[in-house]
């Protein structure tokens, strides 16, 4: 609970605060200057939150954090960025077969509209997106999630906890199945990355490719609109 609102924290100051540091030095809301502030809030909060929940985190298992590059254990990353694809373009077949409708998830209408609004709201996307997400995102749903609950019980019981949540997470603000659905369903793939690589790092990397990828094609179809 501290990790979620500590990443909300994330998301509202690194607006309001930068933006009202430029208005208190006279400067656009949305120039450059309230851009340097925005990443500068993000990066100092984002580096507090992953401070809290790494020592959440060790708390019950010390050895969570980042190891050695293993090319063996690397190779899920791949292998899960295309069971994510996979996923969600049976999610996707599977909403127009039954309700007709060909629309995106509600949570990336959201952020395409937030990214067409000028420079400062496509950056303050891509921070979160590429920057945020892949390492808080991962360290609460996946490093906490499945170190505390059900540790000791069946392999996928904390796993399947992991993806509702983190599905849940995605949607909340405008529930609808196959959005959550899914997210749910990314979710369970990169909670059986890191129990199966038992690194939460190749977690992150696939979580980062993910993002990394969506915002490079948003950004295209910004820029060539």
Not at 153 to 175: E, K, Q, R
Request: proline fraction near 2%; include cysteine; charge should be neutral.
């Amino acid at each position: 609970m501290v990790g979620i609102i500590l990443d909300f924290m994330i998301q509202i100051f690194g607006i309001s605060g930068s933006q009202g540091l430029a208005m208190s030095f006279g400067q656009p809301t949305e120039g450059v200057f309230a851009i340097c502030m925005m990443i500068l809030i993000v990066a100092v909060l984002g580096v507090m939150t992953y401070w809290t929940l790494m020592y959440a985190i060790h708390q019950i298992s010390p050895k969570v954090g980042l190891h050695p590059y293993n090319r063996e254990k690397a190779k899920w990353i791949w292998y899960g960025y295309g069971l994510i694809i996979l996923s969600s373009m049976a999610v996707g077949m599977l909403r127009v077969f039954i309700t007709g409708d060909a629309s995106q998830a509600e949570n990336q209408r959201m952020l395409e509209e937030l990214a067409s609004r000028g420079s400062f709201g496509l950056i303050f996307i891509i921070v979160l997106a590429v920057g945020v997400a892949p390492i808080i995102e991962e360290l609460i749903f996946r490093g906490v999630v499945l170190n505390y609950f059900f540790k000791n019980s069946w392999w996928w019981t904390n796993v399947i906890l992991s993806a509702v949540l983190f599905g849940y997470f995605h949607v909340y603000s405008a529930f609808n199945f196959f959005d959550f659905l899914q997210y749910s369903l990314m979710g369970l793939v990169l909670a059986f990355v890191y129990k199966r690589t038992r690194q939460i790092q190749y977690a992150m990397a696939l979580h980062f490719v993910n993002n990394a990828v969506s915002m490079i094609v948003l950004s295209l179809s910004l820029f060539l609109s």
